[in-house]
Nanobody, 121 residues
Framework: VQFAESGGGLVEPGGTMRLFCDASGIIGSVGAMGWFRQVPGNRREMVAVSIDDDHREYAESVKGRFTIFRVNAEKRIILYMSDLKPEDSGVYFC????????????????WGQGTQVTVTS
């Protein structure tokens, strides 16, 4: 299973950006898919999860600003980010068939290369 993340780059505070994730190698249907962010020295943290067609979960820091979309037929997820803040900067990764244990989400597959998002003036 592989993930190809794209769409990152440099953006000013208050700006918008879309991230794309395409999964390949998954046979059959896929479960929860989501985005995670990592900054140097910190662990990778959940940003947004599409649990199924009707349910989504977001980190508190991005609620109301980020929206995750899912295209099941293509095993693709899109993260629409608005009103971006410097603290949103980091490398964004996606993964699939996520499982939740208590308050944390865990990935089923190896991580891809991620895409860098930098929010700065």
């Amino acid at each position: 299973v592989q993930f190809a993340e794209s769409g990152g780059g440099l953006v000013e505070p208050g700006g918008t950006m879309r991230l794309f994730c395409d999964a390949s190698g998954i046979i059959g249907s896929v479960g929860a898919m989501g985005w995670f962010r990592q900054v140097p020295g910190n662990r990778r943290e959940m940003v947004a999860v599409s649990i199924d067609d009707d349910h989504r979960e977001y980190a508190e820091s991005v609620k109301g600003r980020f929206t995750i979309f899912r295209v099941n037929a293509e095993k693709r997820i899109i993260l629409y980010m608005s009103d971006l803040k410097p603290e949103d900067s980091g490398v964004y990764f996606c993964n699939a068939d996520l499982r939740r244990e208590s308050t944390q989400w865990f990935a089923a597959y190896d991580w891809g290369q991620g895409t860098q998002v930098t929010v700065t003036s």
